[in-house]
T-cell receptor, first 112, second 113 residues
Framework: DGGITQSPKYLFRKEGQNVTLSCEQN?????MYWYRQDPGQGLRLIYY???????QKGDIAEGYSVSREKKESFPLTVTSAQKNPTAFYLC???????????FGPGTRLTVT | GDSVTQMEGPVTLSEEAFLTINCTYT??????LFWYVQYPGEGLQLLLK?????DKGSNKGFEATYRKETTSFHLEKGSVQVSDSAVYFC????????????FGQGTILTVHP
């Protein structure tokens, strides 16, 4: 089945530690995205990538980093510089139809 | 900048009631408009879309019409079911940044039997 997988579903970390969230897609999509979701604030774009080895900052990139070494994979690292990292993180991908994005099930990160 | 505003929630309805969730937008060009739905504990799914003025998107009994004159894209359903309980997001895409979406804040819908 084609789709997007994110792992793990729940992640717990201590303050000051970096953590990497996984996102893999087998839809053969060129573009991939990372969003952060907080209650009452909708989705905010962290980073996006249109092609391999290239990515752009979104609206809230500070404290995050990404890589795009393969078309299928777009991991997100939440660094210790992110001041409020506890949130629900969603990965998405899209093909040629602009605006039609396919989402993974999300990773809920809790930092204490 | 571009933005999407949705009606405040939560919205609570009885089964078979009529649903309207308001959405208005501000954009510098001619956006495509979307409604996404998020069921509890899941990612978002595309519900419907419209790419130009006066287009009507529809899916699973939901409808929304792209109204350029009022910059709106209100979501409607004639008879809601308990299974429609979810968070609904309105979004726009200007096509200038590859697939990039601007989302509203989401509206929580709860339907009671």
């Amino acid at each position: 089945d084609g789709g997007i997988t994110q792992s793990p579903k729940y992640l717990f970390r201590k303050e000051g530690q970096n953590v990497t969230l996984s996102c893999e897609q087998n839809l053969n999509h060129d573009a991939m995205y990372w969003y952060r979701q907080d209650p009452g604030q909708g989705l905010r774009l962290i980073y996006y990538s249109q092609i391999v080895n290239d990515f752009q900052k979104g609206d809230i990139a500070e404290g995050y980093s990404v890589s795009r070494e393969k078309k299928e994979s777009f991991p997100l690292t939440v660094t210790s510089a992110q001041k409020n990292p506890t949130a629900f993180y969603l990965c998405a991908s899209s093909g040629l139809a602009a605006g039609e994005q396919y989402f993974g099930p999300g990773t809920r990160l809790t930092v204490t | 900048g571009d933005s999407v505003t949705q009606m405040e929630g939560p919205v609570t309805l009885s089964e078979e009631a009529f649903l309207t969730i308001n959405c208005t937008y501000t954009a510098t060009g001619y956006p495509s408009l979307f409604w996404y739905v998020q069921y509890p504990g899941e990612g978002l799914q595309l519900l419907l879309k419209a790419t130009k003025a006066d287009d009507k998107g529809s899916n699973k009994g939901f409808e929304a019409t792209y109204r350029k004159e009022t910059t709106s894209f209100h979501l409607e359903k004639g008879s809601v079911q308990v299974s429609d309980s979810a968070v609904y997001f309105c979004a726009l895409n200007l096509g200038t940044s590859y697939g990039k979406l601007t989302f509203g804040q989401g509206t929580i819908l709860t339907v009671h039997p």
